[in-house]
């Protein structure tokens, strides 16, 4: 006979009962499941970063070449207002030929150009026609629209770093850029390409007291500029996990 603190043959009695044995199993599973899902998220926030810095290098690059070919940016031209000609002039001249395009779509926005997305805060939002559009050669894409008066000229760009895939969500995979031609007030930030955004602190930037602010009860554009502002990491408080996907 077999008789110690743990089981014995004569009862018939084990140390471990099947619901035990089911019930460490579900724990068991339950933090494999919650480890693998904070491996997965880290994983997609380092790849979103990449594909950030990568966008930010291309278009940075983009126009120093476009600026040795055409000049300082401050005399390029620039039609006043928004309008599709000024959108698409500008980037015929200044910016599609240093980079490489897959599709032009320039200011189309029917089949494969339609382009559909949420804000952070769940608002759903459509581009309009005075916006160009274009794929890069790697899937991401991008619409442009520029805006000028006698003190401001600047391009706008939503980028979206992965193109029509998941998520289309501002903040997950869309940021928002600038590009200032010329602005009277601050002529620091002309003829750089800029995270929209970038002139705020981190706190101004996470706070609710602005629309576009990185917070999950606002659209998100400055989400970018907090991330860069972070040195180029995705770190505790950023509102990541209220993105929701966007099917097309």
Known sequence: MLNNNTNTIKGYKWGNTL??????LVIVGIVFTISMGTIVADYNKDQTVVRLKKMYSTFSNGFNSSVVRNGFSKDWELEPNLSERG???FFEKYLKPFLVISRDCKNSAEGVCNYTFKELDG??????????RFFLNDGSFIALQTYSNDKYKVVYFYIDTNGKKRLNVVARDIFIFEYWIQNDD?????????PYGHEYSREQLISESNNNNCNRMKNGNYCGALIIKDNWQIIKG???AQARYVVQ
């Open 19 to 24: 619901s035990e044995t089911l019930i460490a």
């Open 87 to 89: 959108s698409y002039s």
């Open 123 to 132: 608002t759903e939002k459509s581009l309009n026609t005075t916006w160009t």
């Open 186 to 194: 601050h002529p620091e930030y002309e003829g750089v390409f800029l």
């Open 238 to 240: 950023y509102p990541w």
